[in-house]
Nanobody, 125 residues
């Protein structure tokens, strides 16, 4: 079992920055990929970014490339999503997820078997 807890969401003006963190507990000794997803009001949840174990490979959707950075601290069992130059369309609930079956994973939500409760990010124009 893996427990994931997100933090760092909030309200920010367009052009601002937020840093989301995801703390993992439980089966933390395993080597697995981590991802961030988001769900905007009235829309389906979508992939945002992922990072492999131990962190050499990262992947982003086109709309956040150059603005968001995913990283991980394997000693502290945390994954971070640094979000810069935020836009109103980034407004969503952001979820951290773990794919305990793979050190690389992919973009599909069905690959991830553990999820956090989500943290709200609101970007005002």
């Amino acid at each position: 079992q893996v427990q994931l807890v997100e933090s760092g969401g909030g309200l920010v003006q367009a052009g601002g920055s937020l840093r989301l963190s995801c703390a993992a507990s439980g089966r933390t000794g395993s080597r697995y990929a981590m991802g961030w997803f988001r769900q905007a009001p009235g829309k389906e949840r979508e992939f945002v970014a992922r990072i492999s174990w131990p962190g050499r490979f990262t992947d982003y959707i086109d709309s956040v490339k150059g603005r968001f950075t995913i990283s991980r601290d394997n000693d502290k069992n945390t994954v971070t999503l640094q979000m810069n130059s935020l836009k109103p369309e980034d407004t969503a609930v952001y979820y951290c997820a773990a794919d305990t079956g793979s050190p690389i994973s992919g973009r599909g939500q069905n690959l991830y078997d553990y999820w956090g409760q989500g943290t709200q990010v609101t970007v005002s124009s």
